[in-house]
């Protein structure tokens, strides 16, 4: 399938192409001859009931789960390899008492340097780049695990964002977050995906932010179910069977 307004050619537009991926775990088939498309810009939600295969997609993309098929980059002045991927996690859990605080979370995933010798000054100015990117600033001497689901999810994005990635890739990024949070957060991404023209794939189960921030949604539960927009998606008959058969929307 082809998403977006492109064509089916993706000109000097950077994307990511799926063709005809499939994983298997022993006798078990978790995804089947799946087929995406999409440009640089665009904000594209995978949807799917619990054990569809929305978590092994991305693995495979991230080159952490073995497929067969192929996924392809394609980044203006770049070979395909060096397209860069910046990645979320689903909900990562910090201990609250943990002293570790944001400043140095970013030191030890960005830099040699042991945690216990402190932050340099260099470092502590490069993170609060970092955080800017996501209006985090005040946030660099809170320690992790103290914070709210939603400022998590902020430094987690800062993380990715360094260096600017060509994809964002993001697994329920709302998951933990509360209501108001998650329009903020969603204001957010839209931002930086217009600033940065970067690509964001996001798995979700908030299906009511759609059509106000996602392009194009793709409906998969071990194959790809239906494509389209938010609309389109949300008020198929194919949506309505899928959940149905699950018993609800989860």
Not at 7 to 20: D, E, M, Y
Not at 55 to 84: C, H, W
Not at 120 to 133: D, P
């Amino acid at each position: 399938m082809n998403f977006g307004s492109h064509g089916g050619s993706c000109g000097h537009s950077c994307c990511l192409r799926i063709q005809n991926l499939s994983v298997a775990i022993g006798s078990d088939t978790i995804l089947k001859d799946i087929d995406l498309h999409m440009h640089c810009g665009e904000l594209v939600a995978l949807i799917g009931p619990n054990g569809a295969g929305k978590s092994t997609l991305l693995k495979a993309i991230l080159g952490q789960q073995e497929y067969d098929g192929i996924i392809s980059f394609s980044v203006p002045g770049q070979r395909a390899r060096k397209a860069k991927i910046g990645y979320v996690p689903q909900s990562p859990a910090f201990d609250p008492g943990d002293p570790v605080t944001v400043a140095d979370l970013f030191a030890c995933c960005m830099s040699k340097r042991p945690a216990f010798l402190g932050v340099s000054k260099t470092m502590r100015q490069k993170v609060l780049v970092c955080l800017e990117r996501v209006h985090g600033e005040d946030l660099i001497d809170k320690r992790v695990g103290t914070l709210s689901g939603g400022e998590l999810q902020r430094v987690l994005l800062a993380l990715a964002l360094e260096p600017i990635p060509n994809i964002l890739i993001l697994d329920e990024p709302l998951s933990g977050v509360d209501v108001e949070g998650i329009e903020t957060l969603m204001d957010m991404l839209d931002e930086i995906r217009h600033s940065y023209d970067l690509s964001i794939l996001m798995t979700t189960h908030d299906f009511g932010i759609l059509p106000r921030y996602a392009d194009q949604v793709a409906l998969i539960d071990r194959g790809l179910i239906t494509q389209g927009t938010p609309v389109e998606v949300l008020g198929s008959e194919a949506f309505r069977t899928v959940f149905n058969r699950k018993g609800g929307i989860l």
